[in-house]
């Protein structure tokens, strides 16, 4: 059972490029989220999505597009990368309708030069 | 809105001593609660959660957990600590209103642990 699935797990970007972060989840969650962890900021939400087909920002969202067009899949884009926005993502997922706990992917650091 | 306060930034314990991790939420209603760990390079694993019924909970790795409404805590105990528990450990609080609410997760607590 392989649970949250990120892809990649290591990125190096150029200030200006783009990239398309995957989160894959196959547990048929309906949530999913996106989080950016910095050294003494915690977990921080950027995007997430209660269902297929829908979005919603999170704490810190510009600078990124999300989508989720299929339910076990989350997108995360960065349109043009800036140093900002080297970090490490975590993609988690959960089931709706409740609280439950949430699921965490192993994450992907991201560097941007 | 929800929020979440863990005051101690970094802990640091000997291996055999016991440990509590302090937890301060801000929530009207009845809160769920959750601790996390994440060793280093990993992503977040649940150690336990609470939703209602018994205020002590147990968890994964012999750790435990407290609610108290009054002071609104949850610490999470551990009797002898283990060098293997270092590590990250994030609290979070849901809405237990509205299941559609993202968790929210505190900043995070480094724990070391030396001989």
């Known amino acids: ?113 | 809105a929800q929020s979440v306060t863990q005051p101690d930034i970094h802990i640091t314990v000997s291996e055999g001593a016991s440990l509590e991790l302090r937890c301060n939420y801000s929530y009207g209603a009845t809160p769920y609660l959750f601790w996390y760990v994440q060793s280093p390079g990993q992503g977040l694993q649940l150690l336990l959660k609470y939703f209602s019924g018994d205020t002590l909970v147990q968890g994964i790795k012999g750790f435990e957990a407290e609610f108290k409404r009054s002071q609104s805590s949850f610490n999470l105990r551990k009797p002898s600590v283990h060098w293997s528990d270092a590590a990250e450990y994030f609290c979070a609080v849901g809405n237990g209103n509205s299941g559609n609410t993202p968790l929210v997760f505190g900043k995070g607590t480094r724990l070391s642990v030396i001989a």
């Open chain 1, 1 to 113: 059972n392989a649970g949250v699935t990120q892809t990649p797990k290591f990125r190096v970007l150029k200030t200006g490029q783009s990239m398309t972060l995957l989160c894959a989840q196959d547990m048929n969650h309906e949530y999913m989220y996106w989080y950016r962890q910095d050294p003494g900021m915690g977990l921080r939400l950027i995007h997430y999505s209660v269902g297929e087909g829908t979005t919603a920002k999170g704490e810190v969202p510009d600078g990124y597009n999300v989508s989720r067009l299929k339910k076990q899949n989350f997108l995360l884009g960065l349109e043009s990368a800036a140093p900002s926005q080297t970090s490490v993502y975590f993609c988690a997922s959960r089931t709706g309708g409740k609280v439950t706990e949430a699921f965490f992917g192993q994450g992907t650091r991201l560097t941007v030069v």
